[in-house]
């Protein structure tokens, strides 16, 4: 099961991946946090992205400006929080990919 967020709404999904590049395609079924019911995630990110307020304007651009107009001008504002990173993150991170790193021949 996957966890997709998109601006203060989850929907949580079940399937499989396997789509190209960073973000893999889902074939799976799942509901949002308003408790609407998608087949695709293909289809919630249709809705999500189709939707429009009163005005007529894009919800998805409207809820991100509002996002980051709460945010502080900062790194830590910027970074939700994580402006450090400890030492022992970084070592446990380093050693987490480098087989990836590898395996990619970088």
């Known amino acids: 099961a996957a966890v997709v967020h998109s601006q203060g709404k989850k929907a949580k999904v079940t399937g499989q991946g396997g ?13 949002d946090t308003e408790g609407k019911e998608y087949t695709k995630l293909d289809d919630m990110w249709k809705d999500e992205l189709a939707a429009v307020d009163a005005q007529g304007e894009r919800l998805w651009y409207k809820k991100a ?12 504002g910027v970074l939700g929080g994580y402006g450090h990173v400890s030492d ?11 087989p990836f790193m590898i395996e990619a021949g970088m």
Request: with cysteine.
């Open 19 to 31: 789509g190209v590049g960073a973000m893999p395609a889902f074939s799976c079924a799942g509901t």
């Open 65 to 76: 400006v509002d996002y980051w107009k709460e945010q502080p001008a900062t790194v830590d």
């Open 88 to 98: 022992v993150d970084i070592k446990e991170s380093a050693e987490f990919i480098l």
